[in-house]
């Protein structure tokens, strides 16, 4: 039987009483659904999950994501990507650096991101307490409290998303080694548009989906007026009422909801402070389908 622990702030809750490791009843899963979609970072204590039963408790929530070309997943397992700064005869066994600015998966891509499963082996400690942290922001908390009057104007306008805008970021800002854009790379990833708004689909609530990290204009707008609204709606989402840090445990799982959410790595550790995550991304390819959610939540 699973209990559900919310922290009581504007994210987040703590699932007791779950095995993600063997096969999850349908109705557990249905509990976890319904709560990702109400706390929208969910964290399970005490499961330990390597690659195999990662994979497998992830792909319950849709298709898992491949990255063409990422070198750091665990071998033998592609869906799984290990993010860590440990070194193993000087060389890193995972991505340093995922995350370290505010930004929502996949935004960027024709199939949104929806789930991000992350199953935590080593969390840095400071001073007897965790660091490393994960910042979140509810972006559907924000657009519920958006004026009637800036609904009106966003209804029916969508907006670009292009992962250059993040990939020149990281260069420019961060120091990532990695290389411009090829002209190959940009085609196979052209800027993509979502709805400025859109209706989460397990709460029915609406969203404001765009993000600092990939959301580059409102389209159809002037670029005074496009630059001013996006503005307007980062600043609003990012106001600290909305915001929420999610602390890692060693041995948890934890689960994001991208649709309803912002997130941002902290990069407050150093190299001597080993930090290890393995990850699977979950494309949002069946969430959006209302026979799924209906099947899934009944159970
Ligand atoms: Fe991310």
Redesign the pocket.
Known sequence: MLSIEPTGQVLGATIHGADLRGDLPRHEFATILRALGEYGVLRFPEQWLEADALRRFSARFGAIQVLKGIRHHEPGVPEVTVLSNVRVNGDLIGAPD??QSW???MTYSQTKGFV?VLSAFKVPMRDGKPIGSTEFTNTQAAAADLPADVITRLDGLTATHDIEMFWEYMRREKGSLRPPMSPEMRAQRPPVHHPVLMTHPITGRRVIYVNPGFTTAIDGLPPAESADLLAYLLDHVMQPKYRYVHEWAVGDLALWDNLGSW?Y?RPDYGPDEPRLMKRCQVMADRIFDPAFVRAALAA
């Open positions: 995922a995350g930004h929502t998966d991000n997130h790595a």
